[in-house]
């Protein structure tokens, strides 16, 4: 085919940059308590042992979803190299091209040249071709991202105290160190801290029994700012005290319990109880943000 020396114009290919993101305050009841287990503490007891086979199910559950995530963000990876590979041959073909074109120009004075009808025709159609390849494999990782992103992961923890908390003092963060569950690993036993793994919308409920004649608050804290208390006066017998909130947390969120005002050290007791059941620390995370 004769052409007249010119200029042959493609189409900017940009780079595309492909990643992946494996991104009520209730009212508090008071009830005197006796030191003796009864029928309700065996039943208590039954459930939290029921309770832990069905948040191991759970957990199996979650970690499936994560493997079908993972093997799905594989597949598109080598996807993505693919397409990679098809644009360098692409890119290859262009650069043959605009050699020959250059060739044309250079030889214009002399006259006309001529350049193989067949590299014209085998570049326009991949460029429609590659065009079609990179709006499918861009509608999948859009799918897989937005799957990433729209995944809430299981969050639940329930702790309690293993022994007696004798002669508490003010400013002292309570580690519950009886952990019954913890599905995410949000919460620290050593530290006696949960932070919130994911933003979102959170139950957290405490259990709090002193001794008689106890003075003291438990403040429920989130990054040092109060969200939630409960307060024990001089009362003549065991009290046992609930609170549950409902909050926002952002992920990162740094919660805990601690004592303060405590006016009476040297008789003020929190109690574990037998088989761990009086006091205890518990969370879940209802639904993300």
């Known amino acids: ?42 039943r208590l007891l039954t459930n939290n042992m029921n309770g832990t086979s069905s948040v191991d199910h759970l957990l199996q559950r979650t970690d499936q979803t994560i493997q079908n995530l993972e093997t799905k963000v594989s597949v598109y990876d080598s996807l993505v190299l693919s397409m990679q590979n098809k644009i360098n041959t692409l890119e290859t073909s262009v650069n043959t091209l605009n050699s020959k074109m250059s ?23 991949k460029i429609p071709n590659i065009e079609g390849i990179i709006q499918m494999l861009s509608d999948r990782l859009l799918k897989v991202e937005k799957a990433q ?24 963060k309570l580690s519950f160190d009886n952990v019954i569950f913890n599905v995410g690993n949000a919460y620290s ?16 409920t405490y259990t709090i029994t002193s001794t008689p004649r106890s003075a003291i608050i438990i403040r429920l804290h989130r990054n040092g700012v109060d969200i939630g208390q409960i307060s024990h006066h001089d009362h003549s017998d065991y009290l046992k005290t609930t609170e549950s909130i409902l ?21 003020t007791s929190i109690v574990n109880g037998r088989h761990n059941l009086e006091s205890h620390f518990a969370g879940v995370l209802l639904y993300c943000d």
């Not at 308590?33 to 503490?41: F, G, P, V």
């Not at 909050?247 to 009476?264: G, I, S």
Request: hydrophobic share 35%; aromatic share 8%.
């Open 103 to 125: 060739s044309c120009v250079s030889l214009s004075a002399s006259g006309p040249c001529s350049v193989n009808e067949t590299d014209v025709t085998d570049l326009k159609t």
């Open 1 to 42: 085919m004769q052409i007249e020396a010119g200029l042959f114009v493609t189409n900017d290919y940009m780079d595309m940059t492909l990643g992946f993101q494996t991104n009520i305050v209730a009212n508090s009841r008071t009830e005197k308590i006796e030191r003796k287990i009864d029928a309700n503490d065996k």
């Open 189 to 204: 036993a050593f530290q006696g801290n949960f932070v919130a793994p994911k933003t979102g919308i959170y139950f957290l």
């Open 247 to 267: 909050t926002q947390l952002t992920e990162n969120d740094d919660v805990w319990l601690e004592t303060e005002d405590v006016h009476h050290p040297d008789r």
């Open 149 to 172: 992103v729209s995944f809430c992961p299981t969050i639940a923890f329930m702790t309690s105290l293993n022994h007696v908390l004798s002669h508490v003092q003010s400013g002292v």
